[in-house]
């Protein structure tokens, strides 16, 4: 069965960082697409970054342009998010996801579509 495993979350005070990971296990072909969202207690769930892992072409909403990176290993099976210059709005749960076609990967802001398998999310807070 597929598993998506994330790890990396944690407190930090705002101006700090954190690096996420996600280890993709149990399918036997790559993901074309693969991305984080975040959701903050009472809001809706928001893609935050997304890469296209024949490329490593990546997208990456306005409010973490510039501070936000999402990369992948050369084995395409693990998914980083390194985040820096915290602030306190970037607290909320955040979730590891991948595809084999998700329409418009890399040219607009992720959705659901697309997206069959999901990690169990892990908790980021920032503090001010």
């Known amino acids: 069965q597929v598993h998506l495993v994330e790890s990396g979350g944690g407190s930090v005070q705002a101006g700090g960082s954190l690096r996420l990971s996600c280890a993709a296990s149990g399918y036997r072909y790559s993901f074309g697409c693969m991305a984080w969202f975040r959701q903050a207690p009472g809001k809706e769930r928001e893609g935050v970054a997304t890469i296209y892992t024949y490329s490593g072409t990546t997208y990456y909403a306005n409010s973490v342009k510039g501070r936000f990176t999402i990369s992948q290993d050369n084995a395409k099976n693990t998914l980083y998010l390194q985040m820096n210059s915290l602030k306190p709005e970037d607290t909320a749960m955040y979730y590891c996801?991948?595809?084999?076609?998700?329409?418009?990967?890399?040219?607009?802001?992720?959705?659901?579509?697309?997206?069959?398998?999901w990690g169990q999310g892990t908790q980021v807070t920032v503090s001010s």
């Open positions: 996801a991948a595809g084999l076609f998700v329409p418009g990967c890399t040219v607009r802001a992720p959705t659901e579509t697309g997206f069959g398998y």
